[in-house]
Structures are given as C-alpha cells and as structure tokens.
C-alpha cells in the first residue's frame, strides 16, 4: 500500500490537525466538515488505525496520527518547492499563467505525481500507460493538467525523444522526494506497531565501502526479515544525483574534502590508509623494497581521475618524491579491479578494510611498503533536510557499530 495515494485525504488530516475539528477545518479547505469527516474515516479505515481521538471539545491526534502527520507535512513542503521552483524558472509569461493557475501544492492527486514520474523515467506516454498500466489518453491529459497547475512548460518532445525543462527538472525532483515521505511514513508506522518493513536503497562508492556496507546489510536483515534491500554501485556524480532525486537514501564511501553544495551532509564514519596490493606469488613478493619509488616502473591499476581514490594515489608517490607512474588501465569497479590483479602482475592501490576477503581466501596480499599521505575519510552522504525511516535508520546504527568494532 502506498500512502501517497490518499494525498488528498492527508490533506483534510492535516487541516483538522490544526483546527481541532472537521467544522474548523472546512474554513481551511474547500470541503464540507462532513467530506472531511468521512476522508478521514477512509484513511483510517485503509491503514487499520485511529488517527484522532474524538472528545466533544474536538479531535486530537493520536501517537499514530501524529506521525503521519509530520510525514505529510514534509510531503506538501516537497510540492509547494516544486511549485516555487517551477516559477522561478520558467520565462516570465509561463509565470503570469502560474499566479492564475492556483496552488498545485493544494490541489494535485496522486495520480499527477505518479503519472509525472512514469512519463520522466519511461521517456514517453505509451510506456508510461504501460507502466501505470491506463490508457495513452488519460496519460495525456494528466500530463496537461499538471503543467496547467503549475502554469510551466515541463517538457519538450522531439523526433529523439522528451527533454525536460529546467522547471520540468525541478518538479521531477520534489516529486519524487515528497513520494519518499510518504514511503517513509509507511515504514515508520510499521515500526510504531513493532514491525520493520519496507525497502531501502543504498549508494556504495566503488573503491571504498569495501565489506562495510554488505556486513551492515547481513545484520539489518538477520534482525528485520521483512525489509527490502537495494545496493546501487555507481561513480560519486551518478550516485548523488539519484540521492537528490530521492532514488537513494543514503550513500556509503569516501567523503569529498569540502562540499559545495548546500542540499547535502556528510558524517565521517573513519579514517582509511591504502596499501600496495599485488596477486597472491606475484614476483614481487619476498623482495627488499624501499618505497614506492621502487615501483614507479611497474603495471599499476589507478583510481578514475577526478575521485579521492585518485587523489590519494598521486599523493602517495608525491610524498614518496616521485611522480606518479602512468596507469594505463582505470578501473571503478571492485570486482573488475580484483580480477585484474589476481590475473596478472599488475599492482593497485587499495584499503585493506575492501580486500579481507581476497586476502583470507589466499588470493591476494599486501606488498611491505610504506604508503604515506593516502588517508581519506570513509562515511555517509545524506540530504541536509532528509529525515531517514526507521529502516534506514536501522541500517545507519548497523554501520556505525561496526565501524566503532573495527576501529
């Protein structure tokens, strides 16, 4: 059941959580008390739970009801910043027809957000229709009832396809984070009522997370067998733009020095160092080496340029007084990097915490070298203005103490 589908009925909790009774409410809505009586009465029929308390001075909120509430209340904030968004950029004319079009924050449905986004992520209204599984038509006129709301061009079509707006852009990323509220409200009810359910999506930076991010998912799933669980691998750019679009919830891996961005928050979890890592009987093995300047000639494996597994690399052999060597092979993938190494003669730079494993099964080890200046912090990437759900606020104190275990 997804609760963004009672949108509407939200609405009349929300008023009445702030008049006090359904009679008040109607003065903030365009609804009689009794509508708004009997909205209430469904939602809460379809969730199995009271959300009021009905006394004759009014109605107060319940434990459950007040949850909710708070979820919806960040829901209908998404929306009214999708609205202001949308103006600000759309041309001045598109503006005048907003101001006219009336409040899209107070009168979408469920059926606008979902359709909004199928259309984004399918890229056209036929598969959109097929994904919501309507007719072609009625995603059509949902499309223009949309940009009649907001009174904003969203979208352009062309021979190669739909192109968003900058405004279109806008409103695809509050709706899909007012969608998130609502999945979060779900799963924090659950947990009210002592079960935790739900689905969560986590971003792993390749090339840092290591083993840190499956062992915290093993726990989260041995004490909450209902839970869902996605792991997305991705690049830094790939992973925060899903973060900002509400498509992940958390991101695990090396932390950016200084952050630019305002809409994001960092919170180191530890401080990692690299080791020179070669196959199991490599040649190398057994040898005196006095540094890294002893290994500027070899066959290296080097970090993606522009990432802090890079920065680290050249920064090792720097401290070492030497340039860095020319790597002929890039590789982001962990999987693909250890492969490499274990076919090969090749050397990488790698934290121990990511190779335990290849190390206990006889597959890989770590050359005696001293490697200087390569520590970077290891933690999470959030929204600034996210507030996590119970499930993955499960998985957040999961990781936390397993860092504080291997510290």
């Known amino acids: 059941m997804s609760l963004a589908r009672y949108l509407k009925q939200f609405r009349s909790v929300l008023a009445v959580g702030r008049a006090g009774s359904a009679a008040h409410a109607a003065q903030l809505l365009p609804l009689s008390s009794s509508a708004i009586a009997r909205a209430i009465r469904e939602l809460e029929g379809q969730l199995g739970v009271a959300l009021f308390e009905r006394a004759a001075r009014g109605m107060l909120m319940t434990a459950e009801g007040k949850l909710l509430a708070r979820r919806a209340e960040r829901a209908l904030a998404q929306l009214a910043l999708a609205e202001t968004e949308a103006s600000s950029l759309a041309d001045p004319g598109a503006r005048a027809a907003w101001q006219m079009a009336g409040r899209f924050s107070g009168s979408c449905a469920y059926r606008h957000l979902a359709t909004y986004v199928a259309f984004c992520e399918t890229g056209g209204e036929l598969a959109a229709a097929a994904r919501l599984r309507v007719s072609q038509p009625a995603v059509n006129q949902t499309l223009r009832q949309l940009e009649h709301m907001l009174g904003s061009v969203l979208f352009y079509r062309s021979v190669r396809g739909v192109r968003l707006t900058e405004s279109g852009e806008a409103v695809l990323r509050r709706t899909k984070l007012a969608l998130a509220e609502f999945r979060h409200a779900e799963e924090d009810l659950m947990a009210l009522h002592g079960k935790m359910s739900g689905r969560i999506v986590i971003g792993s930076l390749p090339l840092s997370a290591g083993v840190l991010v499956p062992r915290a998912v093993d726990r989260v799933l ?160 959030m929204r600034a203005d996210s507030d996590l759900g119970a499930s993955m606020r499960s998985f957040v104190a999961e990781l936390r103490a397993l860092c504080q275990e291997t510290d």
Not at 231 to 252: E, F, K, N, P, S
Not at 255 to 271: H, I, K, M, N, S
């Open 222 to 381: 041995a004490l909450h067998k209902d839970l869902n669980v996605t792991i997305v691998d991705g690049t830094y750019g790939a992973l925060m733009h899903q973060l900002r679009h509400a498509d992940v919830d958390v991101v695990v891996g090396a932390l950016r020095g200084e952050l630019t961005a305002a809409d994001v928050v960092q919170e180191p979890l530890f401080e990692d160092t690299l080791s020179v890592v070669v196959r199991q009987g490599h040649p190398l093995v057994g040898k005196s080496l006095a540094g890294l300047r002893d290994l500027v000639g070899e066959s290296w494996i080097a970090p993606l340029t522009g990432t802090p597994a890079r920065a680290a690399f050249e920064r090792a052999f720097a401290a070492d007084g030497v340039a860095p060597p020319h790597a002929s092979l890039e590789v982001n993938s962990a999987v693909v990097l250890q492969a490499l190494l274990m076919d090969s003669n090749r050397l990488a730079l790698l934290s121990r915490r990511q190779i335990i494993r290849g190390v206990s099964a006889g597959l890989l080890q770590v050359l005696p070298v001293e490697v200087r200046e390569t520590g970077r912090y290891i933690g999470l990437t």
